[in-house]
């Protein structure tokens, strides 16, 4: 079945840098549209970073970018998100995401703390 896993969150003070993974299993990440969300104590989830199926193009929210980038390792079936310039209001559980036909897929989320 689809699974996402993800990993490498934890403590950052702020200007420091996060390498996040998500693990997929039960399809081919090269095959359709991955995503990063994040959801803050008290905000809703929001979109982060996407990347396309097959042409690799990327987008990201307005206050992500110049210091996130997401990517993809088919041979790891893995996506990643690369975080720098960490700053405060970054702090949030960043969640993976994809949707195969109707139905979206989450992972269990990792926590992600910058804090000086």
């Known amino acids: 079945q689809v699974q996402l896993v993800e990993s490498g969150g934890g403590s950052v003070q702020p200007g420091g840098s996060l390498s996040l993974s998500c693990l997929a299993s039960?399809?081919?990440?090269?095959?359709?549209?991955m995503r990063w969300y994040r959801q803050a104590p008290g905000k809703e989830r929001e979109l982060v970073a996407a990347?396309?199926?097959?042409?690799?193009?990327?987008n990201y929210a307005d206050s992500v970018k110049g210091r996130f980038t997401i990517s993809r390792d088919n041979a790891k079936n893995t996506v990643y998100l690369q975080m720098n310039s960490l700053k405060p209001e970054d702090t949030a559980v960043y969640y993976c995401?994809?949707?195969?036909?109707?139905?979206?897929?989450w992972g269990q989320g990792t926590q992600v703390t910058v804090s000086s």
């Open positions: 990347i396309t199926s097959f042409g690799d193009s990327t």
């Open positions: 995401n994809t949707r195969i036909g109707l139905i979206q897929y």
């Open positions: 039960g399809f081919t990440v090269s095959s359709y549209a």
